[in-house]
Nanobody, 125 residues
Framework: VQLQASGGGLVQAGGSLRLSCAAS????????MGWFRQAPGEERAFVAAVSGSGGATYYADFVNGRFTISRDNAKNTVYLQMNTLKPEDTAVYYC???????????????????WGQGTQVTVSS
């Protein structure tokens, strides 16, 4: 099982990026997929999650309407559209998935989470 994240990069404050995470080796349509991030010197923090069907989403408070998570189960892929980026959004972004989990439940990782390798997002001021 592999989660392959992509789409990170360097962007100026106020700009946008779209992250993608493609899963292979199994389907995750039964459970939530989502994103966490980790800035230097900080713990990994929840960003957003989407339910297995794509019908429910859950966001961290700091997102404040700037990010949109979505998924395409036909492609076994989850996306994170990030707009109005701020320097404090700079971090390594990790995708994650957990079979049978709700979007809200994914916000608290367990040993059943699958993780991608991370993609760097850098926002310059």
């Amino acid at each position: 099982v592999q989660l392959q994240a992509s789409g990170g990069g360097l962007v100026q404050a106020g700009g946008s990026l779209r992250l993608s995470c493609a899963a292979s080796g199994r389907t995750f349509s039964t459970g939530a997929m989502g994103w966490f991030r980790q800035a230097p010197g900080e713990e990994r923090a929840f960003v957003a999650a989407v339910s297995g069907s794509g019908g429910a989403t859950y966001y961290a408070d700091f997102v404040n309407g700037r990010f949109t998570i979505s998924r395409d189960n036909a492609k076994n892929t989850v996306y994170l559209q990030m707009n109005t980026l701020k320097p404090e959004d700079t971090a390594v972004y990790y995708c994650t998935a957990r079979p049978w989990a709700s979007a809200q439940a994914l916000a608290v990782p367990t040993r059943d989470n699958y993780w991608g390798q991370g993609t760097q997002v850098t926002v310059s001021s």
